[in-house]
């Protein structure tokens, strides 16, 4: 698999300036990354923050806190949920990531496998204005330090035979994915 430029850990990141459009009270989240370095704390690969925490959602490529785990936090409704990885996240290794907000039915799939689920009912939660961050937090802080080979996202949630589909193209396009 080829990433061509890579994020460095530290000042890399691409930042979507807000427009209402980002705003829809459902999302699907495909992504592919490959982590160079653990690095400290929760690297993002996408952010969509709000003026006052938590985020209205952030999938996070590996959580040093939480056994290098991914993780994906959402807001829906004004309740905080948090979805963990069953699997360590390894090193120079391609990994897909998709995940589902919508009300009722929140998602984290790792290389077509679902890693957890929840049920929190309610749009997603935005209350306020800001831009979309790929790449890092907000603030430039838990930047990733790795590639994202590709990012997709969807301004509804894509039922499970999407998912699926949408996942087999990506398997196809980048080759074998780590374990």
Known sequence: MVFGDTLDGVEDVLAIPYAASLETASVSIFAISQLATYGSG???IIEKPRV???????LIAHDTGNSNRAVL???VNG???TISGTRAITLAQPYLYATTVTTGSELLRING???GSGSDTGAVDYG???DLFIGSSEDSSNALSGGI???LLFDRALTLTEVGLVEQYLTNKFGPLGP
């Open 42 to 44: 929760a690297p993002r």
């Open 52 to 58: 006052s925490a938590p985020s209205s959602y952030e």
């Open 73 to 75: 936090n959402y807001l």
């Open 79 to 81: 309740v905080a949920g």
């Open 113 to 115: 496998t679902g890693e």
């Open 128 to 130: 306020s204005t800001t």
């Open 149 to 151: 080979g590709e990012l």
